[in-house]
């Protein structure tokens, strides 16, 4: 079973777009600059790396790039019946699942790098990635940080960021040394994306995630928010303002893929970050990349030497995401939760978690509290996802 997977931001070069300039494929780009009434030849062909730094520009390539590769490589007669997408990438994932389509892709895109862009000038904030440490060790040296400093992705094993204000990150880091991490990197970014410092780009994007047309996708699209599958046009809306603010569970997300069933993972876009964390979070796992034209002919040696697939009961890390349920708005309002529950609190089926609007939200499953999915005093929708909960 083949996956697809797309990259986030962070992957984009200068000059990514040169090897599919002459390809048939090349026509999404015309497409895609008269649908966000910019050149966007320019900056797969043009820019330099200061300009494709810029959230704004940086999604829009990367967006863009993915989706000149997907016709490329659906041309030549490959499909995948799961999707999943880091971060900006998931707009990515579900374009090719059929949830958005492509002109409304690029309208989100826009909004987002936009509102992200916007938010990051409003607070200073950065990202540092923490290796050789394990999360429940770069959790607690955040936590043991005075000031704002938080998981940000949970890459790989071993493999973690976190972001927030600058000496934030650098006390952690050094907690993290002292608990045994093996390197703390510095990156190069403009922000401190998925964390609560995001919030305002949040409620700009909502708007827009509000008027978008989303349908149920085709095939499996895994979020990065819960690191589980939907189909609910409306939990997709929300999960993709929420990720904004939520650190996204990459390495989680793989491994909710094996247990699913898939054992190819295809990673379509500019550069092959995904393709190592495939490589560090499934050893097993086939790992493809396609960057350029003439990795087509290579996809298609590879599969037709693809070994029959594992059944799913045989992955491991089934077991665990088997568990895991969403605990979802009743109605839409302002939501707030109980007092005294935190994270790792256990549940009764039938307990309150919360109320919106006057209406109380209770847990329909028993079982341990993972993570808030809304925040405290958030607007949210009907059939948002509130709580996220592993049960017995």
């Known amino acids: 079973m083949i996956v697809f997977t797309y990259s986030g931001q962070g992957s984009q070069q200068p000059g990514m777009g040169a090897a599919w300039q002459e390809h048939p494929s090349w026509e999404l780009v015309e497409e895609g600059s008269d649908a966000a009434g910019r050149d966007l030849a320019h900056l797969l062909l043009d820019a330099d790396a200061d300009e494709l730094r810029q959230t704004h520009n940086a999604q829009l390539a990367t ?19 799961g999707h999943a997408g880091h971060s900006l990438g998931e707009y990515s994932a579900l374009t090719a699942a059929g949830a958005l389509d492509f002109g409304g892709a690029i309208d989100l895109v826009v909004e987002r790098g936009e509102a992200m862009q916007e938010a990051a000038g409003k607070r200073v904030g950065t990202m540092s990635a923490v290796l050789g440490l394990d999360d429940e060790g770069v959790e607690a040296a ?89 189909d609910d046009p409306e939990a997709w809306r929300s999960l993709l303002n929420a990720q904004l603010t939520r650190p996204v569970r990459w390495h989680q997300s793989l491994q909710r893929l094996a247990a699913l069933g898939f054992t190819t993972f295809v990673e379509l876009g500019p550069g092959s970050v995904l393709t190592g964390l ?27 030497t693809a070994p029959e697939a594992t059944p799913p009961e045989h992955h491991e890390g089934e077991h665990l995401f088997a568990t895991e349920r969403l605990v979802v708005s009743p109605c839409a309002g302002v939501f707030t939760p109980v007092e005294g529950l935190g994270v790792g609190g256990t549940v009764a089926a039938g307990q309150l978690l919360g109320t919106i609007g006057g209406e109380d939200v209770r847990s329909s499953f028993a079982g ?5 999915l809304a925040l405290d005093t958030e607007r949210v ?7 996220w909960l592993q049960v017995a």
Do not use: Y
Request: glycine share 8%; hydrophobic share 50%; aromatic share 4%.
């Open 278 to 304: 495939v490589k560090r979070t499934l050893r097993a796992a086939r790992r493809l990349t396609v960057n350029s034209p003439d990795d087509l002919d290579r996809l298609l040696e590879e599969l037709a």
């Open 63 to 81: 967006f863009l790039t993915s989706m000149v590769v997907l016709d490329a490589v659906e041309r030549v007669g490959v499909d995948a019946a």
């Open 142 to 230: 955040c936590g043991a940080t005075a000031g704002d400093v938080w998981v940000a992705n949970f890459n790989a094993p071993g493999q973690v960021v976190i972001a927030g204000d600058p000496d934030a990150i650098a006390a952690a880091g050094e907690a993290a040394r002292a608990a045994g991490a093996k390197r703390v990197t510095e990156l190069d970014v403009s922000g401190a994306f998925h964390t609560p410092f995001m919030e305002a780009a949040g409620d700009r994007l909502r708007a827009a995630l509000d008027a978008a047309d989303i349908r149920p996708p085709e095939g499996f699209v895994v979020a990065n928010v819960d690191a589980l599958e939907h």
């Open 368 to 372: 341990t509290l993972m993570g808030w």
């Open 381 to 387: 929708t009907s059939s948002q996802p509130i709580a």
